[in-house]
C-alpha cells in the first residue's frame, strides 16, 4: 500500500480523536463544577457539612449543642437530656429539622435519655436523620458513560491495526513517501498514547463529591460546638459522655414501675 494512503487515514483519525477528546474534557469539567455548585449548597447548611464527621463533632451533637444553647433541653452530669419548660412553648421551635428531631425523640422519652441511645434505639430519630441526609441534592456522574465509547473504540482498534500492518508492509521510495510514512507512525503512536489521555478527560478517575465531602469533613467545627464550648465547655463534656453512653439506666426511659406498698396489699385483698 502506498504510504499517502495509510497516512491518509492515519493522521485524520488522530486529529478526530483528540478533537473528540477536548470536547469529553469540556463536558466533564462542565460536569463537575455543577457538582459542586451542587455541594456547595449543602454546604451552606452546618448540619449537612457536620454530616460527614465523626463523633465528637457530628451533626447529632451539634443538634443538641443548638438545643442546649436555646435552652430548650437540659443535660445532667450522666449525659441524659430531658426537654426544658420552654420547649413546651410553640413560639420557640428549634428552626431545623434535625435539632427538632432530637427533641421530638426526647419528648417520646418517659425519662430523661442519653444521645447514644437515641441513636441506637429510636426508630423515629433514626428515620428523621434517613430523611435530612436524603434531602441533599443528587450528585452529578462526573465521567462519561462508557457504553456509548465501545463502538468507536472497535472501529478505532481495526483502523490501528489496519495502519500498523499497513506501515510494517511500507518500502517509501522518496523523500515524499518517507515523510508520508512518519506522519503516519506519528499518527499510529499518538492513537496509542490517545487512550490514557481519553480516559483522564472523560474523568473516569474523578469522584464529584470528593472535594467537598473532605472539606466538610475536615472543615471547622459546627458552630453551635463552637459557640457551646465557649460558653459552657462543661455541657460539651456532658453531651460527649451522652453520646457514648447507650442506656440511661434500667428502664431504659420506659415508664417505671411503682413499687407495691402494704396498703396497695391491702386494697387488692379487699377488691378480690
Same mark, same amino acid.
Given at each position: 500500500?502506498?504510504?499517502?494512503?495509510?497516512?491518509?487515514?492515519?493522521?485524520?483519525?488522530?486529529?478526530?480523536?483528540?478533537?473528540?477528546?477536548?470536547?469529553?474534557?469540556?463536558?466533564?469539567?462542565?460536569?463537575?463544577?455543577?457538582?459542586?455548585? $451542587?455541594?456547595?449548597?449543602?454546604?451552606? +447548611?452546618?448540619? %449537612?457539612?457536620?454530616?460527614?464527621?465523626?463523633?465528637? !463533632? +457530628?451533626?447529632? %451533637?451539634?443538634?443538641?449543642?443548638?438545643?442546649?444553647? +436555646?435552652? /430548650?433541653?437540659?443535660? !445532667?452530669?450522666?449525659?441524659?437530656?430531658?426537654?426544658?419548660?420552654?420547649?413546651?412553648?410553640?413560639?420557640?421551635?428549634?428552626?431545623?429539622? /434535625?435539632?427538632?428531631?432530637? #427533641?421530638?425523640?426526647?419528648?417520646?422519652?418517659?425519662?430523661?435519655? @442519653?444521645?447514644?441511645?437515641?441513636?441506637?434505639?429510636?426508630?423515629?430519630?433514626?428515620?428523621?436523620?434517613?430523611?435530612?441526609?436524603?434531602? $441533599?441534592?443528587? #450528585?452529578?456522574?462526573?465521567?462519561?458513560?462508557?457504553?456509548?465509547?465501545?463502538?468507536?473504540?472497535?472501529?478505532?482498534?481495526?483502523?490501528? #491495526?489496519?495502519?500498523?500492518?499497513?506501515?510494517?508492509?511500507? *518500502?517509501?521510495?522518496?523523500?515524499?513517501?518517507?515523510?508520508?510514512?512518519?506522519?503516519?507512525?506519528?499518527?499510529?503512536?499518538? %492513537?496509542?498514547?490517545?487512550?490514557?489521555?481519553? +480516559?483522564?478527560?472523560?474523568?473516569?478517575?474523578?469522584?464529584?463529591?470528593?472535594?467537598?465531602?473532605?472539606?466538610?469533613?475536615?472543615?471547622?467545627?459546627?458552630?453551635? #460546638?463552637?459557640?457551646?464550648?465557649?460558653?459552657?465547655?462543661?455541657?460539651?463534656?456532658?453531651?460527649?459522655?451522652?453520646?457514648?453512653? @447507650?442506656?440511661?439506666?434500667? !428502664?431504659?426511659?420506659?415508664? *417505671?414501675?411503682?413499687?407495691?406498698?402494704?396498703?396497695?396489699?391491702?386494697?387488692?385483698?379487699?377488691?378480690?
Amino acid at each position: 500500500m502506498h504510504a499517502y494512503a495509510v497516512a491518509s487515514v492515519a493522521v485524520p483519525v488522530t486529529a478526530a480523536l483528540y478533537g473528540l477528546t477536548g470536547v469529553v474534557r469540556g463536558r466533564a469539567a462542565v460536569r463537575h463544577r455543577r457538582a459542586l455548585d $451542587r455541594w456547595a449548597a449543602v454546604l451552606d +447548611d452546618p448540619y %449537612q457539612a457536620a454530616l460527614e464527621r465523626w463523633w465528637p !463533632n +457530628d451533626a447529632v %451533637q451539634a443538634a443538641a449543642a443548638r438545643l442546649l444553647l +436555646d435552652g /430548650l433541653v437540659t443535660v !445532667n452530669h450522666r449525659g441524659n437530656l430531658s426537654p426544658a419548660p420552654a420547649a413546651a412553648d410553640p413560639a420557640r421551635p428549634p428552626g431545623h429539622p /434535625l435539632p427538632e428531631a432530637v #427533641l421530638a425523640a426526647l419528648r417520646r422519652r418517659s425519662a430523661p435519655a @442519653t444521645l447514644g441511645s437515641l441513636v441506637l434505639r429510636d426508630e423515629g430519630f433514626a428515620t428523621a436523620r434517613r430523611q435530612f441526609r436524603g434531602a $441533599r441534592p443528587d #450528585l452529578l456522574a462526573v465521567g462519561e458513560p462508557a457504553g456509548a465509547l465501545k463502538p468507536g473504540l472497535y472501529l478505532v482498534l481495526a483502523e490501528m #491495526l489496519f495502519c500498523a500492518f499497513a506501515l510494517m508492509s511500507l *518500502r517509501p521510495g522518496g523523500d515524499a513517501e518517507w515523510t508520508a510514512a512518519w506522519a503516519a507512525w506519528s499518527g499510529l503512536i499518538a %492513537q496509542i498514547v490517545w487512550f490514557p489521555v481519553h +480516559d483522564r478527560a472523560r474523568g473516569v478517575r474523578w469522584k464529584a463529591d470528593a472535594e467537598a465531602v473532605e472539606t466538610a469533613r475536615l472543615g471547622p467545627p459546627h458552630p453551635a #460546638l463552637t459557640a457551646l464550648e465557649a460558653r459552657d465547655p462543661e455541657s460539651v463534656r456532658r453531651l460527649r459522655v451522652s453520646r457514648l453512653r @447507650t442506656r440511661r439506666g434500667r !428502664n431504659r426511659g420506659r415508664p *417505671r414501675r411503682r413499687p407495691r406498698t402494704p396498703a396497695d396489699g391491702a386494697a387488692a385483698l379487699s377488691t378480690g
